[in-house]
């Protein structure tokens, strides 16, 4: 069974960094696009950021200039390094990959489960 584990979330002020890890488990044919998602409470899973597996980066507005996407594609995995961190960005942040088990699979969409980033004012 695929799974996405993510690590590195945690409370820290506003105004400093964390970085997110998310590994996709073994036995995973091709990864494309992976991704990082986050939720604040009553409100709807918004895209932070995207990145091919060529590398092309995506980014909301928001988080342009502050947060870095990138991935290692020989351990299947994405991070997120997030600087000057905001009380806005406070939220549970979920990873995303579209992946392919096998050469000829179906394309599926998979999520890690989450984890919370508290930043304090």
């Known amino acids: 069974q695929v799974q996405l584990v993510e690590s590195g979330g945690g409370l820290v002020q506003a105004g400093g960094s964390l970085r997110l890890s998310c590994a996709a488990s073994?036995?995973?044919?091709?990864?494309?696009?992976m991704g990082w998602y986050r939720q604040a409470p009553g409100k709807q899973r918004d895209l932070v950021a995207s990145i091919t597996s060529g590398g092309s980066t995506n980014y909301v507005d928001s988080v342009k200039g502050r947060f870095t996407i990138s991935r290692d594609n020989a351990k299947n995995t994405v991070y997120l390094e997030m600087n000057s961190l905001k009380p806005e960005d406070t939220a549970v942040y979920y990873c995303?990959?579209?992946?392919?088990?096998?050469?000829?699979?179906?394309?599926?969409?998979?999520w890690g489960q989450g984890t919370q980033v508290t930043v304090s004012s």
């Open positions: 073994k036995f995973i044919f091709s990864i494309n696009v």
């Open positions: 995303n990959a579209g992946l392919r088990r096998g050469p000829w699979g179906p394309w599926e969409d998979y």
